[in-house]
């Protein structure tokens, strides 16, 4: 069955330590996102990636990072700059179109020690 | 301004019974889309029905409907017969333009509880 998995479901992270949180589709999709979900609040967009090798900040890249070596995968690092790190985080991609909704995985909770 | 309201935190329903759930945008790009989430407990968000900026007709997908109107700048979304796994959070987003690298905008949710 084609769609995107993360992984791990529960990840935990000490001071100082960065942290990559893995995002893989097969549905062959071009582009693919990070969002952050805090408690009451909308998800917030980190990073986005339209193409290989190639990807763009979102509102809130500030202590992030991602690369795009591969079509189906967009991994994502928290870095020791980023200082509340604890959240929610989503994967998605979607496809060309203009109707062409997002498929999301079934997230991250990333948590510090 | 935020492209994306919902007022609602919270809402109730009884089982069998229709709920309307609140979203309003803002945008001037004449070209945008709009979309409805739902993010059970399990985290994962799961596409309910989606709404084109030059669609005419409201869009609707089985139990789901989209109240769009348009000089308003609302996009309601009415859920009929509400079930008990309708209890979930409810997420409005907007996409503006056709580019494929256009972000999509959320609003903060809208709870629901469905009760017996």
């Known amino acids: 069955d084609g769609g995107i998995t993360q992984s791990p479901k529960y990840l935990f992270r000490k001071e100082g330590q960065n942290v990559t949180l893995s995002c893989e589709q097969n549905l062959n999709h071009d582009a693919m996102y990070w969002y952050r979900q805090d408690p009451g609040q909308g998800l917030r967009l980190i990073y986005y990636?339209?193409?290989?090798?190639?990807?763009q900040k979102g509102d809130i890249a500030e202590g992030y990072s991602v690369s795009r070596e591969k079509k189906e995968s967009f991994p994502l690092t928290v870095t020791s700059a980023q200082k509340n790190p604890t959240a929610f985080y989503l994967c998605?991609?979607?496809?060309?179109?203009?109707?062409?909704?997002?498929?999301f995985g079934s997230g991250t909770q990333l948590s510090v020690l | 301004a935020q492209k994306i309201t919902q007022t609602q935190p919270g809402m109730f329903v009884q089982e069998k019974e229709a709920v309307t759930l609140d979203c309003t945008y803002d945008t001037s790009d004449p070209s945008y889309g709009l979309f409805w989430y739902k993010q059970p407990s399990s985290g994962e968000m799961i596409f309910l029905i989606y709404?084109?900026?030059?669609?005419?007709q409201n869009a609707t997908e089985g139990r789901y409907s989209l109240n769009f109107q348009k000089a308003r700048k609302s996009a309601n979304l009415v859920i009929s017969a509400s079930q008990l796994g309708d209890s979930a959070m409810y997420f409005c987003a907007m996409r503006e333009g056709w580019n494929t690298g256009n972000q999509f905008y959320f609003g903060t949710g809208t709870s629901l509880t469905v009760i017996p």
């Open positions: 998605a991609s979607r496809n060309r179109g203009s109707g062409e909704k997002l498929f």
């Open positions: 709404q084109g900026s030059y669609d005419q």
């Open positions: 990636s339209q193409i290989v090798n190639d990807f």
